[in-house]
């Protein structure tokens, strides 16, 4: 006999952080503070381990809690999506001579492609950011070396 999908499961809170933290992708939720300034209340297990956070980093300014060159960039690419009040996406790429402690390769080149999406309020003031992170290295590295290596058929 096969088991009824049951929505109620869907609902539970734990099981909800337990898929959110198991994604690969990397999930910021960012609140807009009424100073204009950017903190975190929401992120998931990989989006803390890239950058060392912890619970004690939430509510904190970001600019307090990431590596300057990455609150710079983060902070013109939340603005920018706050100006055109509606999702942005861009592709990032890092050198870097140690990779962050969740990515098992030893490539000197991290590629990322982030989608920012703004949150509005009713009435019409961007309260959130929500940010998807996606590790696009290992596809950049497929596709440069088709394009060093192409493959002729005569």
Not at 15 to 35: E, G, P
Not at 118 to 141: A, K, M, W, Y
């Amino acid at each position: 006999m096969i088991e009824k999908f049951n929505l109620e499961m869907l609902n539970r809170l734990d099981l909800f952080f337990q898929l959110f933290n198991n994604m690969t992708d990397l999930v910021f939720l960012a609140k807009v503070n009424s100073d204009k300034s950017f903190s975190y209340v929401l992120l998931n297990k990989p989006a803390k381990d890239i950058y060392g956070l912890t619970n004690e980093s939430f509510g904190k300014p970001i600019k307090e809690v990431l590596p300057e060159n990455s609150y710079r960039i983060i902070k013109s690419k939340y603005q920018e999506a706050i100006e055109k009040r509606k999702p942005i996406i861009y592709e990032d790429m890092i050198n870097v001579s140690t990779p962050p402690q969740n990515i098992n390769n030893s490539k000197e080149l991290i590629y990322w492609e982030s989608t920012i999406t703004p949150v509005f309020n009713q009435d019409g003031e961007c309260t959130h950011l929500l940010s998807i992170v996606r590790h696009l290295t290992e596809r950049r590295q497929k596709e440069k070396g088709r394009n060093i290596y192409p493959i002729y058929n005569d």
